[in-house]
């Protein structure tokens, strides 16, 4: 089959795209636009999803040669078995060079005159089982084992996942490529574009400490309230990010048996505009998650010229490289004594920051476009 490297057609599995507001969802976001713009002329981009309702409809209005395939008559009642089988022979149909699926899976029935691409963030549900229902946690491995056996490139986001992805499910490492993410463009945008939010809306305190992520096991929360423990009182812990489960509940006993749940603040609906903001005006970022694909709060508060103090483990290292400080994800203690710097060094704050401004570079929103494109024009030439 011939292929016009000049000139190519990107199908994308966009469900989340249009509807997740966290991790998944503006990773979609990030590369679906980035190609689309870098690839200016030469790329046409379909967006096969379930359906367009959520906060994100308009994401792509602004971006041309962008158009959207969904399910009509009796297929958008069953929009789950949509994406599964019948996206994939729309993909054939519309003539589909390259079919990328953005989250773990790939739909059936694609054929082989369609090249396919997953991208792959982390192996959690076959490293960590119990974070997931049972129910769950089947439907995962199979799409993932399904993706991974039919895919011509599995895109690993981060060394480790990589690693995971040879050690665990046995795939062949010169099928993978290490290609990075970055984080949403508005943590790009210099400090003047970032509006600081409503301090009395939201009552953030003169010192504080930020912790993004949801509010689960894995991201390790109760180790930051710990810490806090350990710092001065005029110092509080602002989390951001949902709930999930019992563990928010764990989180907050704890803080009251340490005596500084006066000082823990839960923000549970910020708004993602508001994030940029909340980094830059905290003293420092906290992400002692036990095991990440990437940790993009990290980059996150790089950006943010916010410097982090994350765990040691996974794919962390990674991400923050020599602009982070690291700790065991159970020790509170090291942790403590890295925001105690932070707090009452402002020379050794700032060449934090001035490292972040290095290290951040290597996750640019325009190069991860411009390698995704290039692994695209690869893989047809190929």
């Not at 008559?73 to 996206?87: K, P």
């Not at 949801?214 to 990010?241: F, M, S």
């Not at 708004?271 to 830059?280: G, I, M, N, T």
């Not at 920051?353 to 951040?360: F, L, N, P, S, V």
Request: net charge positive; aromatic share 8%; charged share 25%.
């Amino acid at each position: 089959m011939q292929f016009n490297l000049n000139r190519m057609i990107i199908g994308y599995d966009a469900k989340r795209a249009f509807r997740n507001n966290s991790g998944l969802g503006n990773y979609s976001r990030m590369v679906i636009g980035g190609v689309c713009r870098e690839g200016h002329g030469m790329v046409k981009s379909l967006l096969f999803t379930p359906t367009t309702k959520g906060r994100h409809t308009h994401y792509f209005d602004d971006i041309q040669e962008v158009e959207v395939r969904q399910p009509r008559g009796l297929w958008a009642m069953a929009g789950g078995l949509w994406r599964s089988v019948w996206s994939g022979l729309c993909a054939r149909r519309e003539g589909v060079d390259i079919y990328h699926g953005l989250s773990h899976e790939l739909p059936f029935f694609l054929g082989n005159g369609v090249k396919k691409v997953v991208t792959m963030h982390d192996l959690i549900v076959r490293r960590y089982p119990e974070f997931f229902k049972p129910a769950d946690r089947i439907i995962h491995r199979l799409k993932m084992r399904h993706a991974c056996r039919v895919a011509d490139i599995v895109i690993a986001i981060s060394e480790q996942t990589k690693c995971d992805l040879m050690d665990m499910m046995h795939v062949p490492e010169e099928k993978i490529r290490v290609v990075y993410q970055s984080c949403d463009p508005i943590f790009w945008n210099p400090p003047s574009a970032t509006l600081p939010p409503s301090h009395s809306a939201v009552q953030l305190p003169e010192r504080y400490i930020i912790a993004v992520g949801t509010v689960e096991e894995r991201k390790n929360q109760v180790a930051a309230v710990r810490a806090l423990a350990l710092l001065p009182e005029d110092v509080c812990l602002v989390v951001v990010g949902r709930p999930r489960g019992h563990y928010p509940q764990q989180v907050r006993r704890v803080a009251k048996e340490l005596g500084v749940d006066h000082r823990l603040i839960f923000l549970q609906n910020a708004a993602f505009s508001d994030f940029p903001a909340l980094y830059r005006g905290a003293v420092a970022s906290v992400y002692m998650s036990v095991f990440e694909g990437f940790g993009i709060p990290v980059l996150e508060s790089l950006c943010c010229d916010c410097p982090v103090v994350t765990s040691n483990v996974s794919s962390m290292p990674e991400a923050g490289g020599e602009a982070a400080l690291y700790a065991a994800p159970d020790d509170y203690r090291t942790l403590a004594a890295h925001l105690s710097r932070l707090l009452s060094d402002p020379a050794f704050r700032n060449s934090q920051i001035e490292k972040g401004r290095t290290q951040r570079l290597k996750f640019a929103p325009e190069k991860v476009s411009q390698d995704m494109l290039a692994l695209y024009r690869s893989l047809l030439h190929d």
